[in-house]
């Protein structure tokens, strides 16, 4: 239990940053989402029940200040993410930086795109937001492959600070 807390502490602290972000980015309409950081980590190196646990945590983390129609959409993403990347994670180099950042980009990816087709058909205009999505896409892609290096050092170390073998498996 304390490991998916720690993990799902440094995902407020992830929630946190990117929310002051797009804050910040709302005057050149622009929107970033980083959901494959919410889940790339803790599939790559925990085991499923406190790594899905903090998975989902920040699932319903975003789904409270999200104008979804459904509650629970974020989560429910994130845990299938979450148990996808797990169940292939024997096939990746789990110990390299890069290879959890490529991780990470397609969790992104996959995930935007989910959402964006389950959330569309709610616009009055479904046809022309996909430009401004596709904009979007590409710069939450950029900033994940900056923030993906930094945001897997902080969720080790959170994990040494608070004395949870960051890497045991059983």
């Given at each position: 239990m304390?490991?998916?807390?720690?993990?799902?502490?440094?995902?407020?602290?992830l929630w946190t940053v990117v929310a002051q972000a797009n804050h910040s980015l709302t005057g050149v309409h622009l929107?970033?989402?980083v959901g494959g950081l919410y889940v790339a980590f803790a599939a790559l190196t925990q085991p499923l029940g406190p790594g899905?646990?903090?998975s989902i945590m920040g699932g319903l983390l975003c789904d409270a200040t999200s104008p979804a129609s459904l509650f629970g959409t974020h989560a429910l993403l994130f845990a299938a993410a979450h148990i996808s990347v797990f169940h292939i994670r024997d096939r990746i180099p789990?110990?390299?930086t890069a290879s959890r950042v490529v991780v990470a980009l397609l969790a992104n990816l996959g995930l935007f795109l989910v959402f964006s087709f389950s959330q569309v058909h709610l616009s009055p205009a479904p046809a022309e937001i996909w430009p401004r999505l596709l904009v979007d896409l590409l710069v939450s892609q950029v900033a994940l492959t900056?923030?993906?290096p930094w945001f897997f050092a902080l969720q080790a170390r959170?994990?040494?600070?608070?004395r949870v073998?960051?890497?045991s498996l059983a």
């Open positions: 304390r490991r998916a807390l720690v993990i799902a502490g440094a995902l407020l602290l929107y970033l989402f899905l646990g903090a789990r110990d390299d900056l923030l993906a959170a994990l040494v600070l608070c073998d960051r890497e």
